[in-house]
């Protein structure tokens, strides 16, 4: 499985502050293995966890760590471990993946909460989430935990899945309206000669 989302670009970040602060390039990848990007869904009856697992992500960065990307979920990759309510999302009363084949994310900017890159313990990633078609901004703070060799990042947010067009419910088994979404990015340093 290969991740990419906002883990490849704050990679970039740490790059370039390592080149700043080392005086060599340093990058790291993203180990798609230990990484994932999840969902729990609660309902009256049940707590539904699920994934995406295919995604892809192009971005940039420029001066004074300008970054900006974008992130592409493919909708019919949803995985909850259950084929029938995996189908049912991939429908039109949930994703509808048949008209909306992909989700997006694009990022406009990447803040550390420290001007000294390697010392930031939390990056606050904002930009537009687009599902079904209706976009809406928002803000995720992730945390870093780990040493210049290996480096995760990690952070929740919830979305409203209405304002996404999403507003089917079940009369016997009503679905929250807030959905959590669950990041875990691992990257691994490599030396590039």
Same mark, same amino acid.
């Given at each position: 499985?290969?991740?990419?989302?906002?883990?490849?670009?704050?990679?970039?970040?740490?790059?370039? *502050?390592?080149?700043?602060?080392?005086?060599? $390039?340093?990058?790291?990848?993203?180990? %798609?293995? *230990?990484?994932?990007?999840?969902?729990?869904?609660?309902?009256?009856?049940?707590?539904?966890?699920?994934?995406?697992?295919?995604?892809?992500?192009? !971005?940039?960065?420029? !001066?004074?760590?300008?970054?900006?990307?974008?992130?592409?979920?493919?909708?019919?990759?949803?995985?909850?471990?259950?084929?029938?309510?995996?189908?049912?999302?991939? !429908?039109?009363?949930?994703?509808?993946?048949?008209?909306?084949?992909?989700?997006?994310?694009?990022?406009?900017?990447?803040?550390?909460?420290?001007?000294?890159?390697?010392?930031?313990?939390?990056?606050?990633?904002?930009?537009?989430? $687009?599902?079904?078609?209706?976009?809406?901004?928002?803000?995720?703070?992730?945390?870093?935990? !780990?040493?210049?060799?290996?480096?995760?990042? $990690?952070?929740?947010?919830?979305?409203?899945?209405?304002?996404? %067009?999403?507003?089917?419910?079940?009369?016997?088994?009503?679905?929250?309206?807030?959905?959590?979404?669950?990041?875990?990015?691992?990257?691994?340093?490599?030396?590039?000669?």
């Amino acid at each position: 499985m290969r991740i990419y989302l906002t883990g490849l670009v704050l990679a970039c970040v740490l790059a370039l *502050a390592a080149a700043h602060a080392a005086g060599k $390039t340093v990058w790291y990848e993203i180990d %798609g293995d *230990a990484s994932q990007i999840a969902f729990v869904a609660q309902s009256r009856v049940i707590k539904a966890h699920g994934l995406f697992r295919k995604w892809d992500f192009k !971005g940039k960065i420029s !001066g004074n760590y300008h970054v900006v990307g974008d992130l592409a979920i493919e909708c019919a990759s949803i995985d909850t471990d259950n084929e029938r309510r995996d189908n049912h999302l991939r !429908g039109p009363d949930f994703f509808d993946c048949t008209a909306f084949p992909q989700h997006t994310f694009r990022v406009r900017s990447v803040k550390p909460d420290n001007a000294n890159l390697q010392k930031a313990s939390r990056f606050a990633v904002e930009g537009d989430l $687009t599902i079904r078609g209706k976009s809406k901004g928002l803000e995720i703070s992730l945390l870093r935990e !780990g040493n210049e060799q290996r480096t995760t990042l $990690t952070g929740s947010i919830f979305i409203d899945r209405e304002e996404f %067009g999403i507003t089917y419910n079940s009369a016997l088994n009503p679905i929250e309206k807030n959905v959590r979404i669950d990041l875990r990015l691992v990257l691994n340093r490599r030396t590039r000669g």
